[in-house]
C-alpha cells in the first residue's frame, strides 16, 4: 500500500470509528431521555427517531470501521492476524456488528410501541432499559478499541512470532 493510499484508508478508518462512537453516544443520550423524561412527546420523539439513527447511520458507521480497519490492517506492517491488539479490536468490531444487529429488534418494538401511543414509565420498561444498557456497553467496547489503538499492548501472535516481518 503506498503511503498515500494508506493515509486515505487510516483517515476513512478514524472518521468512521470516531463517528461511530458519537452515534452511539447520541443513541444512548435519546435511551437516557426516553426512559427519564416526563414529558411523553419527548419520550416518543426520542424512540421514533431512533431506528432510523440506527440504520442509516450507526450500522453503516460500524460496517465502514470494520472494513477500513481490514483494508489497513492487511496494507501495513500491523497485519490482521500479527498483533493480539490487533485481533482484539477485530474480535471487539466483529462482535458488535452482529451484537447491533440483534439490538435493532428491540428498537424496532419500543419505536412501534411509540408511534401507536404514549409510552407511560412501566410501558416497556425492560426493552427500554435495555437499550440504555446495550448502548453503555458498545460504548465500553468502542472506548476499549480505541484504547487498544493508542497504546498497542505489546505481544505477537503465534502467527506473528513466525512471522518474518518482525
Known sequence: MTPALRKLVLLAHITASVAWSGAVAAFLALAITGLNSANAQIVRSSYLVMPPITW??????????????????????????????????????SLSIPILLLHTQVIRAVAGAAAKAALSPADLHDQRVQLVTISIAALLALLAAVFLSVYKPRGLTPYGQRSPLK
Open 56 to 93: 442509516y447511520i450507526i450500522i453503516p458507521l460500524a460496517f465502514a470501521s470494520l472494513s477500513s480497519g481490514v483494508v489497513l490492517s492487511l496494507g501495513t506492517k500491523w497485519g490482521l492476524f500479527r498483533y493480539y491488539w490487533v485481533l482484539a479490536k477485530l474480535l471487539i468490531n
